[in-house]
């Protein structure tokens, strides 16, 4: 009996670190990004400066006075998780930035490359970048027959693959997903996204 009543308050120790333990991870992972972490990814696409160029119809002229979604407005109040920092590369993708829009447009226009937002549907619906097909990353990384099914409008072409920016995982995970299931076709990884698009004045449409 009195070797319970010893093992008792280590118990209680036990349980305590957890529970302490559980609430800072809790704690650090309801931190917002902060302004230092904002301004340091902002600072590319707040600086970029492109020529008007036309993209699936659509003519792209910066205007950095229009006005932005809520969605991009102030990204450091974002949280981590689940809206982390992005990694600059990604394994089995080129990363690609807004002058390389400009660069490959003629064969995006032409249907040789795919702008692909692999957002989930109600992301989709509210604005895209021109002339964009959505390919939810959740139908890439659930079942494979359906994630098949879905992968077959893309043909294999090159695609340029994107989401909410450089602070959103779900393009990430569709093009892991997309690299798992063998997919042939040359992937570009716009890290900067909606976010890039946004700071730099360029417009979105209605799908």
């Not at 692909?116 to 992301?123: K, L, S």
């Not at 027959?145 to 602070?167: M, Q, R, S, Y």
């Not at 909606?194 to 449409?205: H, I, M, R, Y």
Request: proline share 6%; aromatic share 10%.
């Amino acid at each position: 009996m009195q070797k319970i009543f010893n093992i008792i308050p280590f118990v209680f120790f036990l349980l305590c670190a957890s529970l302490i333990a559980s609430f800072s991870n809790a704690e650090e992972e309801s931190i917002p990004l902060g302004d230092a972490v904002a301004a340091k990814e902002q600072s590319y696409a707040k600086g970029v400066k492109l020529e008007e160029f036309v993209l699936n119809g659509v003519t792209l002229k910066q205007d950095r006075s229009r006005e932005v979604q809520d969605d991009f407005k102030n990204p450091a109040v974002r949280k981590c998780k689940p809206f982390c920092v992005q990694p600059e590369t990604m394994e089995g993708a080129a990363t690609v930035k807004m002058e390389d829009f400009q660069k490959m447009a003629p064969d995006i226009n032409s249907g040789k490359i795919l702008i692909v937002d692999m957002r989930t549907p109600e992301w989709f619906l509210k604005e895209t970048i021109p002339g964009s097909i959505n390919l939810p990353y959740t139908d890439l990384s659930g079942s494979i027959t359906k994630a098949n099914v879905k992968i077959k409008k893309l043909e294999d072409k090159p695609i340029i693959a994107f989401c909410n920016g450089w602070w959103c995982g779900q393009s990430p995970t569709g093009i892991k997903a997309l690299i798992s299931l063998g997919y042939k076709g040359k992937i570009y990884w716009f890290r900067g996204g909606n976010q890039d698009w946004s700071d730099a004045g360029l417009p979105f449409v209605k799908p």
